[in-house]
T-cell receptor
């Protein structure tokens, strides 16, 4: 089983739609979780951290389910500018620097 | 704003050549990383450094070495480039109190 697994997509959604991505992780000792966004031919950038209690940033909501070992990202009222690849990132434990990146879920928002 | 720069955006090298990729960050970050990104495989950690002259192997260090002589600069060295090292190479830095990694724009290396 991969350390971090994501559905590669693409998810093609109309503007204004709500879309959700899940990401599963295998290491139950993982403590820190993140979503990064990567635009085409650009570098990844942090979108948001994922806290145990869940967190929201505008149209974006991130949730953590430790029992089932997955994190989720919900995007409401999708915009064309949300089109990107969303990378799930999980800390491995044994040193805070080491994280594992998922292969990403591609989102295409259609006019 | 944190800025991470990489020496080249595109590089073409021949098999067997020694290749140097350089990365510079301007935020006095302790931690620096080298990843490669390949379709379907995502970002994979090659090496990281948590202090000057300190380094630790990542998941795929074979065929690579690194150098960190100054805090702001982290170099990736391909001792003898091979075609399977054709990839996008991304450098990142991270401070000591935050988990956020800041990436450079990447170097697309082609080995022919």
């Amino acid at each position: 089983r991969k350390e971090v697994e994501q559905d590669p997509g693409p998810f093609n959604v109309p503007e204004g739609a709500t879309v959700a991505f899940n990401c599963t992780y295998s290491n139950s000792a993982s403590q820190s979780f993140f979503w990064y966004r990567q635009d085409c031919r650009k570098e990844p950038k942090l979108l948001m951290s994922v806290y145990s209690s869940g967190n929201e940033d505008g149209r974006f909501t991130a949730q953590l389910n430790r029992a089932s070992q997955y994190i989720s990202l919900l995007i409401r009222d999708s915009k064309l500018s949300d089109s990107a690849t969303y990378l799930c990132v999980v800390n491995r434990g044994g040193g805070y620097q080491k994280v594992t990146f998922g292969t990403g879920t591609k989102l295409q928002v259609i006019p | 704003d944190v800025k991470v720069t990489q020496s080249s955006r595109y590089l073409v090298k021949r098999t067997g050549e020694k290749v140097f990729l350089e990365c510079v960050q301007d935020m006095d970050h302790e931690n620096m990383f080298w990843y490669r990104q390949d379709p379907g495989l995502g970002l994979r950690l090659i090496y990281f450094s948590y202090d000057v002259k300190m380094k630790e192997k990542g998941d795929i260090p074979e065929g690579y070495s690194v150098s960190r002589e100054k805090k702001e600069r982290f170099s990736l060295i391909l001792e003898s480039a091979s075609t399977n090292q054709t990839s996008m190479y991304l450098c990142a830095s991270m401070g000591g109190t935050s988990y956020e990694q800041y990436f450079g724009p990447g170097t697309r290396l082609t080995v022919t």
